[in-house]
């Protein structure tokens, strides 16, 4: 009796007892621009890293960040196209051999801004000499270059 106890208490804890590996929560997207946008999430207890996908909500096709530090808890997702609608999700790796995973967390959605990049509204010169000037502006909310 005591041997099928044991046998049936360490299968129990195998199969439930291992670390479970919890999708990161409360996402959502900040700083979006033309072309990018921030996505942000809560951390998850006993992550190794992160795998995000994302996509414009049209196409069939997930585009994907591959291994986020697990320190970090935001990720700018680069080269999107303006005035389009995209959705993102993230899941945790909380192992090295990505065996134990959680599943994709909820789905967050943004829309990224139009493609008519705003221009500077104060642009003017300093250290004007006979060979060069410096050139100055305010920056521009959303600019990335």
């Known amino acids: 009796m005591k041997i099928r106890f ?13 670390s479970q590996c919890l999708a990161p929560t409360n996402l959502f997207t900040s700083n979006i621009n033309y072309y990018n946008a921030e996505v942000n999430w809560n951390s998850s207890y006993g992550t190794h890293y ?3 996908r994302y ?11 591959n291994n986020i530090d697990s320190t970090l808890n935001t ?3 680069l080269n999107l196209s303006p005035l389009s609608d995209y959705i993102w999700q993230i899941k945790a790796y909380c192992d090295t051999t990505n065996t ?7 789905i967050d959605t943004f829309t990224t801004i139009t493609n ?4 500077t509204s104060l642009i003017y010169t300093t250290n004007i000499n ?11 909310l959303g600019a990335n270059r």
């Open 6 to 18: 044991g046998i049936l208490l360490f299968s129990f804890i195998s199969a439930y007892g291992y």
């Open 50 to 52: 992160y795998r995000i």
């Open 55 to 65: 996509k414009e909500i049209a196409n069939n096709s997930w585009l994907y960040a």
């Open 75 to 77: 990720k700018i997702l």
């Open 100 to 106: 134990n995973t959680s599943n994709w967390s909820t």
């Open 116 to 119: 008519n990049c705003p221009n």
């Open 130 to 140: 006979f060979n060069n000037a410096l050139a100055n502006w305010d920056g521009v």
